[in-house]
């Protein structure tokens, strides 16, 4: 059975830089944002809209937009097509995790892929440092002030929780549904990737 990691992550605390560097030391497939491609291009839907669904919710309302103009014809209730993108995640993180050894973030693959018994792991950080760690990548140009950063933050984990209860029925971020929870906070993720991708080669695969 192949390796697969799961990687839950509240916004701002290093996850999704984990998850990279976790999959470049073990040499395993990394897989994020091209998940989303792949649904776009399987549902013939925008990669925008998309994205959208998966982070808002298959409830979420926005104008339907597909890949090849700006606003597509309504040939389905919303609903319907965001179950579908659902669907089509839900397909795809399969897919994939048959292939090979991987590590995936986000998409509720811990959840999906319950049946392949993947190591489940949850980054989180306080709000001061998920804070400072976003102000390293924030572009000059678009700097926000504290507040509205910290609004941001909340809006996105927000977002996150609430899809991930409608699509798993649990809450996000209970340390009952992860192997390991891991607090950010203060730590370089590089050693930490370091220190993570030891105790996985360490770790007997879990069999079913």
Request: hydrophobic share 40%; net charge neutral; glycine share 6%.
């Amino acid at each position: 059975m192949n390796r697969i990691i799961t990687i839950g992550r509240e916004f701002g605390s290093g996850g999704r830089e984990l998850g990279k560097r976790l999959s470049d030391l073990l040499g395993f497939a990394y897989y994020d944002h091209e998940i989303v491609r792949a649904i776009a291009e399987r549902s013939e839907l925008a990669e925008s809209y998309v994205d959208m669904v998966l982070e808002n919710g298959v409830n979420a309302y926005y104008p339907i937009t597909v890949a090849s103009t700006f606003a597509a014809p309504i040939v389905a209730p919303v609903p319907a097509v965001n179950s579908g993108i659902y669907a089509a995640q839900t397909e795809i993180l399969r897919e994939l995790a048959q292939r090979s050894d991987c590590v995936i973030v986000g998409r509720c693959a811990d959840h999906v892929l319950a049946e392949y018994h993947p190591l489940r792991i949850f980054v989180y950080a306080s709000m001061a440092s998920k804070l400072a760690r976003c102000r390293e990548r924030e572009p000059e140009d678009s700097r926000l002030s504290d507040r509205e950063l910290e609004k941001r933050i909340r809006a996105v984990d927000k977002a996150r929780r609430d899809y991930y209860r409608f699509c798993t029925g649990e809450p996000w971020g209970d340390k009952a549904n992860y192997d390991l929870c891991i607090n950010t906070g203060g730590v370089s993720i590089k050693a930490l990737a370091a220190s993570l991708a030891a105790l996985v080669q360490a770790m007997p695969n879990k069999q079913p």
